[in-house]
């Protein structure tokens, strides 16, 4: 290890403990730092969820049975939270209640009263201990901002016991979450945790100074969170497009109520929606850079019928570092962005100049992405640069991720400087020549990616070189070796033309083939994370660098 990382690894752990320390005084003495929340007295509306809801995952839940998180759980009668749980996973999702939303499809007496008791049974066995999964602070926020929504399905034809319950019950999750969110590190979970107070503070009768205070703390957090160009500060496109999920019913309880409206919000709104199409592929599936997965497609639309602000996608995200190379039906993605700051790295991947490729309706490259419900190695297994389409040397990361406990699965080392030049050809075509530091000091070497894309977006021409710091050539390749990977979407069928050349056809028909003029392609068993049905088996793209340089072309096929 070099001694920068050694003293930046260092640095860490000091801030680190300063933040432990200040967490265990807030929290011992919050009166001393923080002002007091707000009581509940009733609810006075109910915020919309904007999420699909399925038919079936109700009569599942109905019938006894929670199909939560790529598992299922039977109760046989008895409550969920009493028994032992298949995965953290899937005691997040049980305890945020979000799966609240499926009984929507069932508004019979019965669905509500099933799902009242299920409620009852919660507050009964958690709704005071406060500690475990139940009450961490985003599960908290979850579960605030589900039973708030919910609330029509949960309360309908309910006694005055079950109530008066609720909504002491409410109170006090209220009431914790506020303790809670000032020691909250940066990130999306503190950011969720505004976002559910503010609604608290409008969804009840809550006092207009808590409702003013909780918008400005929710703006605060906005704009330290979202970047100018609209992408959030961890860099993941899916954090954009969960965030919308929950400020776009936000925003409109507050002009529903007739509430001043906090004032970054319709911003944030309007900044967000441009980085959402930039992820967009060509055939409406989003980008899998930096913790993302793949998301029902109902989901995305349901969030991007409301974008008031359509146009076509920016060519280029600076504030994150992602750029945009689109002509006719294809589109090329890629992350030429810096990893964010150390607190907000734990979901970062190591993919520094990592490329997406899509046409028509078909993703043909992708990154392997990140899994929805799989356990922490594999999670931590797809953040390396081998399970991202780039250049990968000695199967080494080009960021390190720690597996320290204390400080979580966060980047202490990852590329600091990136080059970019972005250029207009006089043919039309658009080309992107980017190269980073991510292996200078294990390696001495640079790696730089250069993309051209014809104007009618049917021809891509790639080189990849690894150069000296100066911007040389390097001599000759490190002993470790060297490899370009090219993950290819499941969907996709391989089929081999010569040793240099591979076809890669769609369901549809549609295919682009992959050539190289010199060296050999190897077509490798691979596995994509990142389907909505769980992990699944893929193929992908092998060269290895028998020079400092290779050379690679895509042609397009309809």
Known sequence: ??????????????????????????????????????????????????????????????????????????????????????????????????????????????????????????????????????????????????????????????????????????????????????????????????????????????????????????????????????????????????????????????????????????????????????????????????????ALATDLLSVLRYDETAGQPFKALPHAGYHRLAAGETVLLVDAGKPPSARLSDTAHAGCLSLELSSGKNRFIVNSGSPLFAGERLRQLARTTAAHSTVCIGDVSSARITASKFLGSIMVSAPSTIDIDRQTGPDGSDRLSARHDGYLGRFGVLHERELRINEPGTKIAGRDRLLLPDGLPAPALPSAGAVARFHIHPSITLERIDQRSVRMIAPDGESWTFTLPVGKLVIAEDVFFADVSGIRPSQQLEVTFEAPEIRWFLAHRA
């Open 1 to 294: 290890m070099r001694i920068s990382d050694r003293r930046r690894i260092a640095s860490l752990y000091i801030d680190e403990g300063k933040h432990r320390v200040v967490r265990a005084i807030s929290r011992a003495m919050p009166s001393v730092f923080f002002a007091g929340g707000f009581r509940v007295s009733r609810l006075v509306v109910a915020p919309t969820d904007l999420r699909a809801i399925d038919p079936f995952v109700a009569e599942e839940i109905l019938a006894g049975r929670f199909p939560l998180a790529g598992r299922v759980l039977e109760t046989g009668g008895q409550s969920p939270f009493s028994l032992e749980l298949p995965s953290r996973q899937f005691a997040m999702r049980l305890h945020g209640f979000g799966w609240l939303r499926h009984v929507r499809a069932y508004k019979t007496q019965v669905a509500c009263q099933n799902t009242r008791s299920v409620v009852d049974q919660w507050i009964g066995l958690h709704g005071s201990r406060m500690t475990g999964v139940a009450w961490e602070p985003e599960v908290t926020a979850r579960r605030i901002i589900s039973w708030l929504s919910h609330s029509p399905v949960v309360l309908r034809e309910a006694e005055a016991g079950f109530y008066r319950r609720f909504i002491g019950s409410l109170n006090l999750q209220i009431s914790h979450l506020h303790r809670e969110v000032h020691t909250l590190p940066e990130g999306l979970p503190r950011l969720k945790a505004r976002i559910a107070l503010a609604m608290a503070s409008i969804a009840t009768e809550a006092p207009r100074k808590a409702v003013r205070r909780a918008g400005r703390q929710l703006d605060r957090e906005l704009e330290r969170q979202i970047l100018p160009d609209g992408s959030h500060a961890s860099r993941n496109p899916q954090a954009s497009v969960d965030l919308l999920f929950d400020l776009l019913p936000l925003r409109q309880t507050y002009i529903n109520l007739g509430h001043d409206i906090p004032q970054r919000l319709i911003s944030v709104i309007d900044r967000i929606y441009p980085a959402v199409r930039f992820f967009r592929h060509s055939g409406g599936d989003l980008a899998l850079f930096n913790g993302a997965s793949s």
